[in-house]
């Protein structure tokens, strides 16, 4: 195949839409799917359903080393409360579930739940928690308990899973606007997911990004449950990279960055389905272009956390910041985020301080630049400064 040819496909914006790359270059679409194959396919060791290894392409984008570096910055806590509400509202926002903020901060604060919704929070706080004790390794025994704790206890008798079975035990079909998907025969998940948690262990040489984003694909592909495989899928992307070492990742708006973009999110899915048609391979290139593109360089568009923190951390070394001051900031950062506070609000959501220790946190912080006020009215709030 032509070089200049070849180079022009492989920098074509839609060079992983097939379909369109078959329409523009007729010519040259097999030459360009051949090479591909040759010099660019890194073959993976887990299977599509007629029992071939998936492939995917890479260095094809690049992610931001911000990135890398707020994802592994170091943290005192498991997770963020903040992050955690965003992320189960997102999580199950993706999938059409809505549940009022009001009750996913109530359960975040320890306070018991009130009626169903509240337990299915209550599920998916104690799953978050789950994936972010490092002692809890990804195995099938944990897969299973973190789906049943999350999503499978609070589920209809027809989409439970059988009794000491750990995936569905019938048929699934997906069906949505978006993507329509058949998940792997009931009778070769068990052979398919224990090969998958195989290579999710092992030590390879994949970017642990990337590889994230791959085991994120591929549980969805399998769907080895009824219900619930988009909420599964997201937990096992974010408790990857927990495993990793990447202590950050409960602190960041991940599954919040995905429903913004939902749509590219389930066409990247369906891309994947669509170019097996044009190259008889599955491969979830479109899918991890996707993550990098529009989650994962966003993460750090969107946080400047980790420059705040350096000069939290620069006036705490120089005597400015008392004990109760410290355990104040951590809990703003972790409760609120970059969401606005009243001092009202911190008083009664901290608990553990009186009126005027937080006024005097407030205008103090104020002063070093780290927070930063606007007034309602008579009212005034407060928010964390992120620094550029």
Not at 35 to 51: M, N, Q, V
Not at 147 to 169: I, N, Q, T, W
Not at 226 to 237: E, I, P, S, V
Request: aromatic share 14%; proline share 2%; charged share 30%.
């Amino acid at each position: 195949m032509d070089i200049k040819v070849f180079t022009k496909m492989l920098k074509d914006p839609h060079f992983t839409d097939y379909k369109k790359m078959k329409y523009k270059y007729s010519e040259s679409f097999d030459d360009f799917i051949k090479a591909l194959e040759e010099l660019y396919h890194k073959t993976l060791p887990i299977f599509d359903f007629e029992g071939n290894n998936l492939v995917y392409i890479e260095n094809h984008s690049s992610i931001k080393q911000n990135t890398v570096k707020l994802l592994l910055k170091t943290q005192d806590k498991n997770y963020g409360i903040k992050a955690a509400e965003e992320e189960i509202i997102a999580t199950s926002a993706i999938e059409n579930i809505d549940f009022s903020r009001d009750s996913v901060r109530n359960i975040l604060k320890g306070l018991a739940p009130k009626d169903e919704q509240e337990n299915r929070i209550l599920g998916m706080k104690k799953g978050l928690e789950f994936i972010s004790d490092s002692e809890n390794k990804i195995t099938e025994e944990n897969l299973y308990k973190l789906y049943m704790m999350s999503v499978g206890d609070f589920l209809p008798e027809e989409d439970r899973l059988a009794d000491g079975k750990l995936y569905r035990h019938d048929t699934v079909y997906v069906v949505s606007d978006y993507v329509e998907h058949s998940g792997l025969d009931h009778k070769k998940v068990s052979e398919f997911m224990s090969n998958f948690i195989d290579f999710i262990n092992a030590d390879d040489d994949i970017n642990d990004l990337i590889k994230a984003a791959i085991i994120h694909f591929y549980l969805a592909y399998v769907h080895p449950y009824f219900d619930g495989n988009g909420r599964m899928a997201r937990l096992l992307h974010l408790w990857f990279l927990v495993q990793k070492g990447y202590r950050s990742t409960l602190f960041v708006p991940f599954s919040s960055q995905i429903e913004k973009s939902r749509k590219a999110y389930y066409n990247a899915f369906t891309q994947v389905e669509e170019n097996k048609k044009y190259c008889e391979k599955v491969d979830p290139t479109p899918f991890i272009l996707y993550f990098i593109n529009e989650v994962y360089n966003k993460i750090s568009e969107d946080s400047n956390v980790a420059e705040t923190l350096s000069a939290y951390e620069n006036a705490l070394a120089n005597g400015k910041i008392t004990e109760k001051e410290t355990r104040l900031w951590k809990f703003v950062l972790s409760f609120y985020g970059t969401e606005e506070f009243s001092t009202k609000q911190l008083e009664k959501d901290f608990g553990d301080a009186a009126y005027a220790t937080i006024r005097g946190f407030v205008l103090k912080f104020e002063e070093l630049s780290l927070l930063s006020s606007a007034k309602y009215g008579v009212r005034v709030k407060y928010k964390v400064v992120l620094k550029k």
